[in-house]
């Protein structure tokens, strides 16, 4: 077979482990979902739909060992979120078969430079940089539908140096997966291999270098990771 001639080598696949398998899961696009918990001070009402916005699949690493501390923050902080791993694509999903396109569930960590993001949402302008950089998107291993089924309840929670900082609950969602799906599927087409993280519950703030975080989702999935140094 001919190979494709580059100029240059192609950066390797982008995967994370399954959960009590040896196969991985190949990494495609990473969808977020802003505000899917209350906050305090919101407004109580339901949108028409969720904010979306996207990190790379470079920014994916396996929740393990170190947290990259990036540079150009002083505001460096957590969120931990349910993240769904689709096996099926499509566009225009229902919410009645939005399920049937999920290949599993993990947890994760959506890294944020939230002076960054402060700064250039007041002033109208787009955040992207304060969601993507090195290690900005923490994963654990994909545990299949087949073993952890389609969880709708169960707690969403993070502490860091022993002290509980986030917690919420899977049913507290203001839009539940089958919706995300569903509503992201009309934007557009869904592949395997996206991932879809679904927002935070409120209790966000700032880790500082040898912070240990410990977080999870009940029935999915556990991660506890080291903050680095600062660059």
């Given at each position: 077979?001919?190979?494709?001639?580059?100029?240059?080598?192609?950066?390797?696949?982008?995967?994370?482990?399954?959960?009590?398998?040896?196969?991985?899961?190949?990494?495609?696009?990473?969808?977020?979902?802003?505000?899917?918990?209350?906050?305090?001070?919101?407004s109580?009402e339901?949108?028409?739909?969720?904010?979306?916005?996207?990190?790379?699949?470079?920014?994916?690493?396996?929740?393990?060992?170190?947290?990259?501390?990036?540079?150009?923050?002083?505001?460096?902080?957590?969120?931990?979120?349910?993240?769904?791993?689709?096996?099926?694509?499509?566009?225009?999903?229902?919410?009645?078969?939005?399920?049937?396109?999920?290949?599993?569930?993990?947890?994760?960590?959506?890294?944020?430079?939230?002076?960054?993001?402060?700064?250039?949402?007041?002033?109208?302008?787009?955040?992207?940089?304060?969601?993507?950089?090195?290690?900005?998107?923490?994963?654990?291993?994909?545990?299949?539908?087949?073993?952890?089924?389609?969880?709708?309840?169960?707690?969403?929670?993070?502490?860091?140096?022993?002290?509980?900082r986030?917690?919420?609950?899977?049913?507290?969602?203001?839009?539940?997966?089958?919706?995300?799906?569903?509503?992201?599927?009309?934007?557009?087409?869904?592949?395997?291999?996206?991932?879809?993280?679904?927002?935070?519950?409120?209790?966000?703030?700032?880790?500082?270098?040898?912070?240990?975080?410990?977080?999870?989702?009940?029935?999915?999935?556990?991660?506890?990771?080291?903050?680095?140094?600062?660059?």
């Open positions: 077979m001919t190979q494709t001639p580059y100029v240059f080598a192609p950066q390797p696949q982008v995967d994370l482990p399954v959960a009590g398998s040896d196969k991985r899961f190949p990494v495609g696009r990473v969808f977020c979902v802003g505000r899917n918990y209350p906050w305090p001070g919101a109580g339901k949108p028409e739909a969720p904010v979306f916005f996207m990190k790379p699949a470079s920014a994916v690493v396996e929740a393990v060992g170190e947290v990259i501390f990036p540079p150009m923050t002083d505001e460096f902080c957590h969120e931990i979120e349910f993240v769904v791993a689709i096996g099926k694509g499509g566009a225009d999903i229902t919410k009645d078969h939005a399920l049937e396109h999920v290949w599993g569930y993990a947890a994760g960590l959506d890294l944020t430079r939230r002076d960054i993001q402060l700064r250039v949402k007041s002033a109208g302008m787009a955040w992207e940089m304060a969601k993507v950089f090195e290690g900005a998107a923490p994963i654990t291993a994909v545990v299949p539908v087949a073993q952890a089924g389609h969880p709708e309840q169960g707690s969403v929670w993070l502490s860091v140096n022993g002290e509980e986030q917690r919420s609950s899977l049913q507290e969602q203001i839009f539940t997966v089958s919706e995300v799906i569903s509503l992201l599927s009309r934007l557009v087409p869904l592949r395997p291999g996206d991932l879809i993280m679904t927002g935070t519950p409120h209790g966000v703030s700032a880790l500082n270098p040898g912070d240990v975080i410990n977080a999870g989702i009940d029935g999915v999935a556990e991660l506890e990771m080291r903050v680095g140094s600062r660059p």
